[in-house]
């Protein structure tokens, strides 16, 4: 597969070629659907708390005698039926964490960047150097680009100028390619992406095994070489 390369301009200016079964992989609704909850799952911070009637202050004292007043017997105020009485089975603080394979998480990057790529929203740009921390700098740049409405934008790295240029804009949002997952590039409509972040990427979704295997290829090539 070969992704066009443009400059800060939105002129083409080269290709980059990507291996077809890494960035060019069907979709699967149900997997990305599983990913997407699990990564909302694990962006809740479960401290939500009521109290029971054991923990609402007051209550100790019966408030009238058990019969022979015609109204219904109540050993405290606080019981669940009273105003300001405690709350039956509400939520306590938990912990909604789960675990997505790594597996399942590389395919679910996978099948969304795929997805962006057919639909042409990825932007894959040779360099973010024009950025200089100044938000009229990433103004710019998107109109040059011609990109409107959400984008995120993938760096090879942490980089201080393309986040700075980024945080007054709020369809803006920025990550080094490490932290890239499903979740946030399906909330963006168009993803712009440096070569290197694109070629990481495309290395982060191939097994590990794979990985290392390609690796020992490659130096096995050089000592041929040499």
Known sequence: MELPVVNGNGQAIDTISIDDGVLDVPMNPTLVHQAMVIYQLNQRQGTHSTLTRAEVSGGGRKPWIQKHTGRARQGSIRSPQWRHGGIVFGPKPRDYRKTLPRAMRRKALQCVLSEKIRRGRLVCI?????????????????????????????????????????????????????????????????????????????????????????????????????
Not at 133 to 138: C, F, H, L, N, P
Not at 152 to 161: E, G, S
Not at 194 to 210: D, K, M, N
Request: glycine share 8%; hydrophobic share 45%; proline share 2%.
């Open 126 to 226: 040779d360099s973010l150097g024009e950025l200089d921390g100044r938000t009229k700098s990433m103004k710019r740049l998107l109109e040059n680009l011609g990109i409107a409405g959400s984008v995120l934008v993938i760096t090879d790295a942490a980089d201080q100028n393309v986040v700075r240029a980024g945080s007054n804009l709020k369809q803006v949002w920025s990550l080094p390619s490490d932290l890239v997952n499903a979740n946030d590039i399906l909330k963006r409509e168009t993803v712009l992406a440096t070569v290197g972040a694109v070629r990481r990427i495309a290395e982060l979704c191939v097994a590990p095994r794979f990985r290392a295997r390609k690796s020992a290829d490659v130096a096995n090539g050089e000592e041929a070489q040499g």
